[in-house]
């Protein structure tokens, strides 16, 4: 498959509107939401995770992560729920998550 960036409209860290941080897409299921991306947390980047529609799993690879105020280490798993909003994430010096988008 060819990497392609990503937007943010299916991993929707960000809210409308808001420009999402550089990402690229490691793989998708065709037909569905479903997609695995690479993304990449700027140093000073902060903000809640809006609900969507569908289950993403955001497992911290490098940097550090602070999830509801709380310090993460690579390997950590942050589970979202389809229809809830994700916990305020904060990275400081920045940090590379993989997002894993359930499909729909």
Known sequence: ??????????????????PGPPAEV????PGTAGVSVLVDLP???????PPTDHERLLILLEGSV?????????RSLIEIP??????PIATEEGARLLVKVGER
Not at 66 to 74: F, I, K, M, V
């Open 1 to 18: 498959m060819v990497q392609r960036g990503d937007d943010d409209t299916v991993t929707r860290l960000t809210g409308p509107g808001a």
């Open 66 to 74: 602070r999830a509801d105020g709380l310090p993460l280490t690579p």
């Open 43 to 49: 140093p000073g980047w902060a903000r809640r995770v």
């Open 82 to 87: 389809a229809g809830t909003a994700g916990p």
């Open 26 to 29: 490691l793989s998708s299921t």
